[in-house]
């Protein structure tokens, strides 16, 4: 796994559990094994699992599973490699003190069957969360595929909406009757209790209707149906010393069971119950509804085969310097990436994942264009009006380099175009099935505010996301105002649906020591971890459910069950 330190890194947005399948492995008889560990990048390294061993087969199904973390805005770099059971035992003494040499000279071992590279995000964004990857690492020998599957651990995201109302409660006030409300407590394993909710405060009444109310199923009980949840009933005073009427006990499932004789409950107070013999209760409450209903996520989106779709534009204009010059933005050094290929490459190479084509349209804002010299501020790298579409990050990259030989650095810097342009595509799809997210890189300060502004504000009715990444050393103040984070953007006196622009500085983000990877990685966090809630924010707005995820696979011939877990 690539692993950033611990100070950069958020609460993963959820946990995975992948298992593996190798069909088949062109090998004599051996005893497998296979571990899982890094890339050799300049980041911290982690081992994170080895299988157990299984005789005698060249189609093996492991049965350990593995669960990582899984975080959208990171590139999680996984190897895995598959060894004999000999290199295996030497490698349980070995591997944790010399991991990243030893990867390097993992090929030359006689042990060695194969080995393959792929990121978290390409297991989760295939087909049913289902990856097949060919082995290799043997000159001249095909190892076989690896068939990686992964399913997202369950939290428990359901949602509990119930109401209550109560029935000839006790009277605790002097003057008048009861002001009653609730309490309610989930129990801890330990036999304690944690307030979890608490209802509003009804006045004046011994027999209160409480407004329904949602809390998840996770506060409510953690998950265990059966947890007793304790619930108490106070009058309130206006002092903060209510009055304690009584309390009764249920759970989960018994909740579930709606409105019924076996959801009337008698509100006991135990210690007017020891003093009076005639005691029967405190009064009753009752459960009028109950209904439960699952929070979607991001990741149920996508596995019900939602795409995502990277479009990509690049400022082109005068400011960013001569690109034959090593001054400029734009300079093409032999021997590292400039600001724009870095940003590009940082937040695209992680949103390729979820893009099954791996086709992304790449513009250019900001340039004359050949042969008239006219001014563009939506033209295509590539040079294809009909087809702006690039073959993956390095296709894009290799379309950038070749516009700086053929257009003129112009000016000025007009947003509103490359907007436009992905807002007609996402209004074409607003179905749920695709959604869209444009990533703006620019040296300078906006020049058609009002114009983008009021594109911003169309656009987020849209599926559609927007990530500016500025480079350079300009001032960058006026285009804190697109980002929606602290006061929602408006143009014409109309306030945006929803926040979906994100903005960054480059310069923020670069490593004190010039480690590019790490600057990377660090731009690509922050400006990706707002997608998923913008995500989520569309499709709630516009009550789109996930399609069903497809069936578990099950392989040809097999027919036995496979458990994906």
């Known amino acids: 796994l690539l692993i950033l330190p611990p100070f950069l890194r958020p609460a993963p947005y959820t946990s995975f559990s992948f298992s593996l399948q190798v069909r088949p492995m062109l090998f004599p008889s051996v005893s497998l094994y296979t571990f899982s560990a890094p890339l050799p990048l300049s980041l911290s390294l982690c081992g994170f699992g080895r299988t157990e061993v299984i005789d005698n087969t060249l189609n093996p ?54 080995q393959t590279f792929c990121t978290l995000g390409e297991i989760v964004g295939s087909p049913a969360s289902r990856l097949e990857k060919p082995l290799g690492g043997i000159p001249g020998k095909k190892c076989g595929t690896i068939v990686l599957s992964a399913e997202e651990l369950s939290n428990c995201r359901d949602s509990a909406t119930m109401q209550f109302c109560a029935n000839k409660l006790d009277k605790k006030d002097f003057f008048g009757k009861s002001d009653p409300f609730m309490v309610f407590y989930r129990s801890n ?139 400029s933005l734009h300079y093409m050094n032999p021997y ?36 008239d010299g006219r001014v563009s501020h939506e033209f295509p790298l590539n040079g294809n009006m009909e087809n702006p579409y690039c073959n993956g990050i390095e296709g894009i990259l290799e379309a950038y380099h070749q516009s700086l030989k053929t257009v003129q650095l112009y000016g000025p810097t007009n947003f509103a175009p490359v907007v436009n342009h992905v807002a007609r595509y996402a209004a074409a799809v607003q179905d749920g099935s695709q959604y869209f997210v444009l990533l703006i890189i620019t040296d300078g300060v906006i020049s058609d505010m009002a114009q983008t502004k009021e594109a911003i504000v169309n656009g987020a009715k849209l599926p559609m996301s927007i990530i500016i990444v500025g480079v350079g050393q300009a001032e960058f103040d006026a285009m804190v105002e697109l980002d929606g984070d602290d006061i929602r953007i408006s143009s014409r006196g109309k306030l945006a649906e929803r926040d979906i622009v994100q903005f960054v500085p480059f310069r923020d983000y670069m490593d004190r020591t010039g480690n590019h990877v790490l600057s990377m990685a660090r731009l690509a966090k922050d400006v990706l971890a707002e997608i998923p809630d913008q995500f989520i924010s569309y499709m709630k707005s516009r009550g789109i459910k996930p399609n069903p995820a497809p069936p578990p696979y099950t392989p040809p011939g097999h027919t036995h069950h496979h458990t994906q877990i």
Not at 86 to 103: A, E, M, V
Not at 336 to 365: C, H, R, T, W
Request: proline letters at 3%; glycine letters at 6%; hydrophobic letters at 40%.
């Open 61 to 114: 199904d492991f049965v350990r599973k593995y669960i990582l973390d899984y975080f959208f805005e990171e590139k999680q770099n996984l190897q895995l490699a598959f060894l004999s059971f000999f290199l295996s035992f030497f490698l349980s003494f070995f591997l944790s003190f010399f991991l990243s040499f030893f990867l390097s000279f993992l090929p030359s071992f006689q042990d060695f069957l194969g």
């Open 189 to 327: 394993e330990d036999g304690t209790f944690t307030i979890c909710h608490k209802t509003e405060v009804v006045k004046n009444t011994l027999n209160p209707v409480w407004q329904p109310f949602t809390i998840p199923v996770r506060a409510l009980c953690n998950g265990d149906y059966d947890r007793t949840i304790k619930v108490e009933v106070y009058d309130w005073d206006r002092d903060g010393s209510h009055d304690f009427i009584g309390d009764f006990t249920t759970s989960y499932r018994e909740l579930a069971r709606g409105q019924s004789q076996f959801n009337v409950y008698e509100v006991i107070n135990t210690k007017k119950k020891m003093k009076k013999k005639k005691y029967v209760h405190s009064g009753t409450v009752t459960l009028l509804s109950f209904s439960v209903e699952s929070e979607f996520t991001f990741l149920d989106y996508i596995k019900g085969g939602t795409q995502i779709n990277f479009t990509v534009a690049i400022d082109f204009t005068a400011s960013n310097g001569n690109p034959s010059q090593s001054t």
């Open 336 to 371: 590292q990436l400039n600001a724009y290929a870095m940003a590009l490459k940082a937040v695209g190479e992680i949103i390729q994942d979820y893009d099954s084509d791996k086709m992304f349209p790449a513009l250019g804002f900001g340039a004359k264009l050949p042969p």
